[in-house]
């Protein structure tokens, strides 16, 4: 019995050291394998992520690479010189517009039916009631008049750069007077692709090589100024912000401030575009540019609208421009769009040019306007 005892309580003491020892041996064992997987993946340095705008970037790995050089690699953007010829083809929609109205001109019979299809195809294109009638009525007298010597893709051509208005002044202010720098204020309702103009039209001064700040002054989006932030460090130009609340004006004024601190060419300041009432609106803007013009004049109100929204942004347009002084336009999102005429309505509506045409969602998908070219763009070919 005794013996009995010692042999159990022997037994039981030999497996209690066994699985003891069996547990320290597995929590040794499982701390190097466990925590592997922060040291050394931070360590191992090829992960492919070059491609810098991978959508499913590592994001909890990548920030823990300490010592990280952090060069910026600047972006270098693409010249202005060739940037709508590149373009051209993104106005696939609207040269849908250019070759049907060549088509229904070069029919044999031009009769009434063909003129209200080509009516319906201007009007179905944005141009807009007058702008319509007019470059109807300009085609028949010239086609009546020139006969059959008339060619009717260069009458169309001829007209429809008549229509758009090739003298009217198109540049961009962006200089300032003496060593002050020229002010961009950029407006618009929000969805336009207001932030995304303002960080390609920095990518265009850049490239001119003017020195450049971007004020973030859309501080009711959180993501508006991250935004802007990330097309500035791209090609190394500096973002004014403030946090999120802040008074817009005060973002503005610091932007501007450090703008003429730097001795820059050029600020752009991004707006919140928010249509809750046109008081408000009023207010907002009416006071951004106020507090930017105690230190400088603004150069430049650039409204942006989206191609795409037709009669409604049109609506938006008049809203905007009854509350500041808009200067130019610039279009966005008309690649694939077939509304190329809302450049002709928008125009007549504000009495204001456009000078810019957001072509993509590329960081240099952004053109000056140029009246012959995007007539030729919308009839293809030459
Ligand atoms: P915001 O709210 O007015 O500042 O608008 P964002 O700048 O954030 O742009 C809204 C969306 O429109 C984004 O997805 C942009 O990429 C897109 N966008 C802007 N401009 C263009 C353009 O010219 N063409 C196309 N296709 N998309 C554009």
Do not use: C, H, Y
Not at 150 to 171: F, S, T, Y
Not at 284 to 305: A, C, N
């Amino acid at each position: 019995m005794g013996t009995d005892w010692l042999v159990l309580i022997i037994a039981i003491a030999v497996v209690a050291v066994l699985a003891v020892a069996g547990l320290v041996t597995t929590a040794v064992r499982r701390k190097p394998r466990d925590l592997p997987p922060s040291t050394p993946d931070v360590v191992a340095p090829p992960a492919p992520s070059d491609t810098v705008e991978a959508p499913e970037a590592p994001a909890e790995v990548e920030p823990e690479t300490p010592g990280a050089p952090a060069e910026p690699r600047l972006e270098q953007p693409e010249k202005v010189g060739s940037r709508l010829q590149r373009l051209r083809a993104r106005l696939a929609g609207s040269s849908g517009l250019g070759k049907g109205l060549l088509g229904l001109l070069s029919r044999d019979q031009l009769d009434e039916d063909t003129w209200e299809s080509i009516e319906d195809l201007l009007i179905g294109a944005d141009l807009g009631v007058a702008p319509t009638q007019e470059l109807v009525d300009g085609l028949r007298t010239r086609l009546r008049v020139e006969g059959s010597s008339a060619k009717p893709r260069e009458v169309l051509r001829e007209e429809l750069i008549k229509l758009v208005g090739p003298d009217m002044d198109r540049g961009l202010r962006v200089s300032g007077e003496g060593d002050a720098p020229g002010v961009v204020l950029v407006v618009g309702v929000n969805g336009t692709g207001k932030t995304t103009t303002v960080g390609k039209l920095a990518r265009i001064l850049v490239a001119e090589e003017r020195r450049t700040v971007l004020g973030a002054a859309d501080t009711f989006r959180a993501a508006a100024a991250e935004q802007l932030s990330t097309w500035g460090e791209r090609v190394g130009v500096e973002v004014v912000r403030g946090p999120e609340g802040t008074d817009p004006a005060s973002v503005a004024f610091d932007a501007v401030k450090e703008g003429i601190d730097q001795s820059v060419d050029t600020v752009i300041v991004d707006t919140a575009g928010r249509l809750q009432n046109k008081a408000g609106l009023m207010d907002e803007l009416g006071k951004v540019k106020r507090v930017i013009e105690k230190q400088t004049p603004v150069t430049e109100v650039l409204l942006i609208l989206d191609a795409t929204t037709g009669q409604n942004g049109l609506v938006q347009a008049k809203v905007f421009s009854e509350v500041v002084d808009v200067t130019g336009i610039a279009l966005t999102k008309l690649d694939g769009s077939a509304k190329g005429g809302i450049v002709v309505a928008v125009q007549r509506q504000l009495g204001v040019p456009v000078k810019l045409v957001g072509l993509g969602e590329g960081p240099d998908d952004l053109a000056p306007f140029e009246p012959a070219a995007f007539v030729d763009a919308l009839l293809g070919g030459s």
